[in-house]
């Protein structure tokens, strides 16, 4: 329910610690993206700086910017249980979804469940089998789950893999279930010329 609002998607964003995750959970080998469209260190020639100004902060790890902006919207202890609850007052608890044995996957989410937990979000680490997990993310049944996609020479494949909607719902790239014809258009759009200038606009 609570994901159905925006300002708890962006305060989330900001609960999640990403050095630590590439530091402990990565040992130091991943990039650390915080970026707000996803792209990244890789795709930086991709980036519009307006999004960056705009929506950088909800990137960037933020304990205490991330509790005032749940307790802006209304997401406080209502009952007094010590965690936050929705703005009409029924209870928040999240089995954040990890593949068991994924050891670098698994220590990620715990990282990220603390920060979600300090925050006042009862989140809890669930560790299905792989195959269960993947069930899951294709049928639209978890909460929360960390997950991963390829990528390539552009932005394409990962945006397109995992956010047009021709995919959702098919895979467990397309679990997000993001239906968005005006981004699919642009999608399709970008495989339509080889002008690096108009792809580059395309994505920004």
Do not use: C
Request: net charge negative.
């Amino acid at each position: 329910k609570a994901f159905n609002d925006i300002d708890f998607r962006r305060a989330v964003s900001m609960l999640i610690d990403r050095e630590t995750i590439v530091d402990i959970a990565g040992y130091g080998y991943p990039l650390v993206n915080q970026d707000p469209a996803g792209l990244g260190e890789l795709y930086a020639s991709f980036a519009n700086p307006e999004v960056e100004t705009q929506f950088g902060r909800y990137g960037a790890f933020d304990l205490e910017a991330g509790m005032a902006l749940l307790d802006e919207a209304g997401y406080v202890d209502a009952d007094g249980d010590g965690f936050r609850d929705n703005p009409d007052g029924t209870p928040i608890e999240l089995d954040f979804k990890v593949p068991n044995g994924w050891t670098d996957w698994v220590n990620s989410v715990q990282i990220a469940v603390e920060g979600m937990n300090a925050a006042g979000i009862k989140a809890n680490v669930a560790t299905p089998e792989a195959a269960v997990w993947t069930d899951k993310l294709i049928n639209a049944d978890y909460d929360v789950a960390i997950n991963a996609i390829s990528v390539g020479a552009t932005p394409y494949n990962q945006f397109e893999r995992g956010l047009h909607e021709r995919n959702q719902g098919k895979t467990r790239f397309g679990a997000a279930r993001y239906y968005n014809a005006a981004l699919s258009e642009k999608l399709d759009a970008f495989t339509q010329t080889v002008d690096t200038a108009k792809q580059q606009m395309i994505m920004g």
